[in-house]
């Protein structure tokens, strides 16, 4: 190969690496969720904020489709309860009804090079307060929503692990604290029988967990789903080495 042909061929295999990074850049800037909706309205004493998230650069089209979808029809619905409730409020109440407000949201947790992590959550308030929230882990390198599954695909008992983990650090918090997590049961006849079974089978279809910016799991827990309201909602970082 002469001088001027090793040239050519140089200039256009940087060009061709060029193209290569600047299309990988792209190609994970595609990983975002935005705002596909927004509603605030006020009826009386009843405020309602809903702020619907929308994913994008998903390879499984379909699930991010779908998903998208549950978010808009779950933020209409709520909508359509919130307004005819307030009016029935109204009605009853048009001078100085009760007050009431509630949110659907979303918020970015972080967003690097590896990972977006986001959760969509609801909070409701009239007197006491309510919270719920679900979490969405995304993996830019593979454009999927990481599974706990996934994550622990080489310990398939891995869900027993980490409820003996958490409960562990539940009863360690217990020693030592006045509030308790419900472990047991929860506390007075009259409350609701809080069950860690069905609590912790449910963590990966309601989606309570995520990756933190370091890689570890992290366990969360709604409002009132295994500790008294006052204490929160309650995340557990799950320990890398549990499972080495």
Known sequence: MNRKSFVLFLSVLLLTLSAFST????????????????????????EAEILIPEMSGLADSAEMTEIN????DHGAELMANFV???????????????????????????DNAERLVFRKFEFSAAGSSNYSAQYFTIDK???????????YSQ????????RQEIESSMRAYNQSNEMKYWIDEAPGATDPKVSLDQ???????????YLNQDG?????????????????????????????
């Open 199 to 209: 609590v912790f089978s449910k963590i990966e279809e309601n989606r309570q967990y």
């Open 23 to 46: 299309a990988a850049a792209q190609d994970t800037s595609e990983i975002k969720v935005l705002e596909s909706e927004s509603y605030k309205i006020t009826i009386g004493n009843y």
């Open 141 to 151: 390198a593979g454009k999927k929503l990481v599974t706990l599954a996934d994550h």
């Open 69 to 72: 979808q549950s978010f808009s």
């Open 84 to 110: 005819s409730e307030a009016k029935a409020i109204r009605k009853e109440y048009p001078v100085d009804g009760p007050h009431y407000a509630m949110q659907y949201k979303f918020e970015v947790l972080y």
């Open 216 to 244: 570890d799991v992290v366990i969360t827990f709604n409002k009132y789903d295994v500790a008294p309201g006052a204490m929160g909602t309650p995340e557990f970082v799950i320990p890398a080495d549990l499972f080495k």
């Open 155 to 162: 310990h398939p008992d891995y869900m027993t692990a980490i």
